[in-house]
């Protein structure tokens, strides 16, 4: 499948690695251009190469945005119109400033602003030095990796990526309630668990 990635630092580059290392065709972005990820795609190997935002989301079928969230603004509605867009961004007010969010997730905001795309939370749960060493463990032991969408289709194609990484996906349920519950602060972010423990802890939300 083809990759676009958009951010390519603690959680695009790793996520990047382990897309390209599964056999996974990636074009990775960042703020500051191709020229400066030369020797992060050399590193990654042949799977890898380095785009434009524009051109890392024309690229993709899916499309991963690991940007600071305050910056979700800059993203190119266009070229991301049909694409699965895994968001795995997460506000935080002291580095994000304030954002009035009304009564909507992250993601659901992310929607207003890339209305044509199909939106998955994913990869946002997650620390990234986790994310890095932790895949491909065996079984029961596998490590989960959360997932929310309105969009079913979008939510099995991720589950599979995920899968295919060696993450356990675990579905929260929808943008509105999974992702709510998939945001800082809650008892499932940045808690390394298996499916086991993951399917007790949201039972308990
Ligand atoms: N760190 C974690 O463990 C972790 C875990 C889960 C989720 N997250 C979330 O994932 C997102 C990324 O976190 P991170 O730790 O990976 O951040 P990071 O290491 O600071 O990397 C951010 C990346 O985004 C790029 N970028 C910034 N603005 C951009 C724009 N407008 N267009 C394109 N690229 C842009 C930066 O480009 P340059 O390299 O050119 O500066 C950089 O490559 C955040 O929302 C964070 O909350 C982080």
């Known amino acids: ?24 065709e990636v074009e990775i972005s960042n703020s500051r251009g191709p ?13 890898a190469r380095a785009a434009t935002v524009e051109d890392a989301a024309s690229f993709g079928e899916v499309v991963l ?19 699965i867009v895994v968001d795995a961004m997460n506000y935080y007010e002291g580095r994000d400033g304030r954002i009035d969010f009304g009564d909507l997730t992250s993601s659901e905001l992310l929607t ?29 032991d596998r490590l989960v990796l959360f997932i929310a969408s309105d969009d079913e289709e979008a939510k ?4 599979r990526l995920i899968d295919e990484i060696g993450f356990e996906p675990v579905d929260t349920g929808s943008l509105g309630d999974g992702g709510r519950k998939q945001q800082p602060g809650s008892p499932i972010y940045n808690n390394p668990m298996t499916a086991g423990q993951a399917r007790e802890t949201l039972a308990g939300l």
């Not at 499948?1 to 996974?24: E, K, P, V």
């Not at 207003?112 to 932790?134: G, I, Q």
């Not at 099995?156 to 589950?159: E, I, M, R």
């Open 1 to 24: 499948m083809n990759i676009g990635i958009i951010g390519a630092r603690n959680i695009g580059a790793n996520a990047a690695r382990l897309f390209a290392d599964a056999g996974h």
């Open 35 to 47: 020229e400066s990820l030369a020797s992060l795609v050399e590193e990654i190997g042949a799977n």
């Open 65 to 83: 945005v690991a940007i600071p969230f305050w910056r979700y603004e800059s993203l190119p509605a266009e070229p991301l119109a049909g694409k």
């Open 112 to 140: 207003r602003r890339l209305p044509d795309a199909r939106v998955v939370k994913a990869f946002n749960t997650m620390y990234y030095e986790t994310l890095r060493t932790e895949g491909n463990r065996s079984g029961r």
């Open 156 to 159: 099995a194609v991720v589950s």
